[in-house]
């Protein structure tokens, strides 16, 4: 497991940057309802979005412009309809601008981002391009509308198109900065196109010249996308090449990255150059450190490191606990890791659900289930991710009993199995030769409205020809009916 600075970097680096437009937590009054029944209602009944739009404007209801955050709720709940957010979208803004409020102000530019960030994010570019000529006009487009046009271009893999959406800004009479430039590099590195966010770099350096933080963006991408420490090591020699002097979150980057693949000697290197350069680690870098050196079996070092960290003015959290309880977890020293725990309390800090995962992933199925127990008096979970990582453990140690019991665990904390928890339980099961009882899950799974899988479909219609003499041949190919006669059919969730 990475040490925890992998995850707080990116929040860094690049979420701040690529954030999905989020509203307020959605508020299921009745206006709400109404509001997004209304829209759906003219979305599917009219013959296209001029009508639908016609058909909302000679309505009596309306959506009242002096309550927009009405709107922003109600593209939220509608981001998966790309065109009702979209209609949405037109009509808010119709109704705005002949309500008598103050010009277009009226309309908030989270509602006019939401409805760009969901038409990109359905692959809908026509209407995401539609929502920009409309702010366009209206005289309210940002530089926030087009760098989501970028991100979502990013995410869907359309390199070029996202890099000639940059290039576009000037047309729209959007400034096209370094600012931008870097959250277009930012958005092509969380898509894993990191080849290309240095390619750009570089080969627009004459417009944007190199700085450390552009190199750090690519620096971040091969340190915790990929975690490729020789690209790693090129970029690093690229920057001196480019004559950019490294800064702190350079090394902070570099420390991070080889702490996580085991380096110690690199790491404690690149610590002592920060340093010598003037740079002060931060709570990350002395976590990193901490974890490489628990992962290497050099605890008494990593427990002076702890306490140099108090001493430098930090404060120890839960992370720098974690980066000690997680390498001794995978090192099989779980006394250990419980007394590191039993101190990290005993100070008043509290075990996150990544602290507990640590454990189960060791645990036998006994304490496994008594560690669960924990988790829910402590209110640390367990979540969705917590059964689907049990499951998945219990299966490859070949002990498919236990991880129907993790299965059965799930309802008692009040989960329902999705998707991904019914095939690791049905593929298990299938690897492992019990196919009778995979078709027990596969028949609840579809019962309970999830997609066949042909794979499987093929695998279990194969079995029961294999064994229809077994199953005495009830039916052709139907799985469910040639079941029923041998199975009790398992209750559908509610």
Same mark, same amino acid.
């Given at each position: 497991?990475?040490?925890?600075?992998?995850?707080?970097?990116?929040?860094?680096?690049?979420?701040?940057?690529?954030?999905?437009?989020?509203?307020?937590?959605?508020?299921?009054?009745?206006?709400?309802?109404?509001?997004?029944?209304?829209?759906?209602?003219?979305?599917?009944?009219?013959?296209?979005?001029?009508?639908? =739009?016609?058909? /909302?404007?000679?309505?009596?209801?309306?959506?009242?412009?002096?309550?927009?955050?009405?709107?922003?709720?109600?593209?939220?709940?509608?981001?998966?309809?790309?065109?009702?957010?979209?209609?949405?979208?037109?009509?808010?803004?119709?109704?705005?601008?002949?309500?008598?409020?103050?010009?277009?102000?009226?309309?908030?530019?989270?509602?006019?981002? +939401?409805?760009?960030?969901?038409?990109?994010?359905?692959?809908?570019?026509?209407? #995401?391009?539609?929502?920009? *000529?409309?702010?366009?006009?209206?005289?309210?487009?940002?530089?926030?509308?087009?760098?989501? /046009?970028?991100?979502?271009?990013?995410? #869907?893999?359309?390199?070029?198109?996202?890099?000639?959406?940059? $290039?576009?800004?000037?047309?729209?009479?959007?400034?096209?900065?370094?600012?931008?430039?870097?959250?277009?590099?930012?958005?092509?590195?969380? @898509?894993?196109?990191?080849?290309?966010?240095?390619?750009?770099?570089?080969?627009?350096?004459?417009?944007?010249?190199?700085?450390?933080?552009?190199?750090?963006?690519? /620096? $971040?991408?091969?340190?915790?996308?990929?975690?490729?420490?020789?690209?790693?090591?090129?970029?690093?020699?690229?920057?001196? &090449?480019?004559?950019?002097?490294?800064?702190?979150?350079?090394?902070?980057?570099?420390?991070?990255?080889? @702490?996580?693949?085991?380096?110690?000697?690199?790491?404690?290197? /690149?610590?002592?150059? !920060?340093?010598?350069?003037?740079?002060?680690?931060?709570?990350?870098?002395?976590?990193? =450190?901490?974890?490489? +050196?628990?992962?290497?079996?050099?605890?008494?070092?990593?427990?002076?490191? +702890?306490?140099?960290?108090?001493?430098?003015?930090?404060?120890?959290?839960?992370?720098?606990?974690?980066?000690?309880?997680?390498?001794?977890?995978?090192?099989?020293?779980?006394?250990?890791?419980?007394?590191?725990?039993?101190?990290?309390?005993?100070?008043?800090?509290?075990?996150?659900?990544?602290?507990?995962?640590?454990?189960?992933?060791?645990?036998?199925?006994?304490?496994?289930?008594?560690?669960?127990?924990?988790?829910?008096?402590?209110?640390?979970?367990?979540? @969705?991710?917590?059964?689907? !990582?049990?499951?998945?453990?219990?299966?490859?140690?070949?002990?498919?009993?236990?991880?129907?019991?993790?299965?059965?665990?799930?309802?008692?904390?009040?989960?329902?199995?999705?998707?991904?928890?019914?095939?690791?339980?049905?593929?298990?099961?299938?690897?492992?030769?019990?196919?009778?009882? #995979?078709?027990?899950?596969?028949?609840?799974?579809?019962?309970?409205?999830?997609?066949?899988?042909?794979?499987?479909?093929?695998?279990?219609?194969?079995?029961?020809?294999?064994?229809?003499?077994?199953?005495?041949?009830?039916?052709?190919? &139907?799985?469910?009916?040639? *079941?029923?006669?041998?199975?009790?059919?398992?209750?559908?969730?509610?």
């Amino acid at each position: 497991m990475a040490p925890p600075l992998s995850a707080a970097l990116r929040r860094h680096l690049l979420l701040p940057h690529l954030r999905s437009p989020l509203p307020p937590a959605p508020n299921d009054d009745g206006e709400l309802t109404s509001f997004v029944r209304h829209i759906s209602q003219a979305s599917s009944a009219a013959s296209s979005p001029k009508d639908a =739009l016609d058909y /909302l404007l000679s309505s009596s209801f309306r959506p009242s412009p002096a309550a927009p955050s009405l709107l922003v709720r109600a593209l939220w709940e509608l981001r998966r309809d790309p065109e009702a957010a979209a209609l949405a979208l037109r009509w808010g803004d119709e109704c705005s601008a002949t309500s008598g409020a103050e010009g277009t102000e009226s309309l908030p530019a989270e509602a006019w981002h +939401l409805a760009v960030w969901a038409a990109g994010r359905a692959g809908r570019f026509d209407l #995401a391009w539609a929502a920009v *000529r409309w702010m366009l006009r209206r005289g309210v487009l940002t530089r926030r509308a087009m760098v989501i /046009l970028m991100e979502r271009y990013a995410a #869907a893999n359309e390199v070029n198109k996202a890099v000639k959406t940059f $290039d576009a800004m000037e047309r729209f009479k959007v400034e096209a900065d370094q600012t931008v430039f870097y959250s277009l590099l930012r958005a092509l590195c969380k @898509s894993k196109n990191i080849e290309d966010a240095e390619e750009l770099l570089l080969t627009r350096k004459k417009f944007f010249p190199l700085t450390a933080e552009g190199f750090n963006i690519v /620096l $971040d991408g091969w340190c915790n996308i990929f975690t490729d420490v020789a690209e790693v090591k090129r970029v690093w020699r690229e920057m001196s &090449n480019c004559c950019i002097t490294p800064d702190g979150t350079s090394y902070t980057l570099m420390v991070c990255c080889f @702490s996580k693949v085991g380096n110690l000697f690199d790491t404690l290197r /690149l610590y002592d150059e !920060m340093k010598k350069r003037g740079w002060t680690p931060g709570i990350g870098v002395y976590n990193s =450190l901490v974890y490489v +050196l628990t992962r290497e079996n050099c605890m008494k070092d990593a427990k002076n490191v +702890l306490s140099k960290i108090a001493d430098e003015g930090l404060q120890p959290d839960v992370e720098t606990y974690n980066s000690i309880i997680v390498p001794l977890c995978e090192s099989y020293k779980l006394d250990e890791a419980r007394k590191i725990m039993e101190e990290m309390i005993m100070k008043g800090i509290i075990p996150t659900i990544s602290t507990y995962h640590a454990f189960l992933k060791q645990e036998g199925i006994d304490e496994t289930l008594q560690l669960l127990k924990k988790m829910k008096e402590d209110g640390c979970g367990p979540n @969705s991710d917590t059964f689907l !990582m049990l499951i998945d453990k219990f299966i490859q140690l070949n002990e498919s009993g236990n991880a129907l019991r993790v299965w059965n665990e799930m309802r008692r904390y009040d989960l329902r199995p999705a998707y991904v928890h019914y095939m690791a339980v049905i593929q298990g099961l299938v690897k492992h030769g019990c196919v009778p009882r #995979a078709l027990e899950y596969y028949d609840e799974m579809k019962l309970n409205g999830f997609a066949s899988d042909p794979i499987l479909d093929k695998e279990f219609k194969t079995f029961l020809l294999a064994n229809r003499d077994h199953w005495r041949g009830a039916g052709k190919y &139907n799985l469910i009916p040639q *079941r029923a006669k041998h199975f009790t059919r398992r209750t559908r969730m509610p």
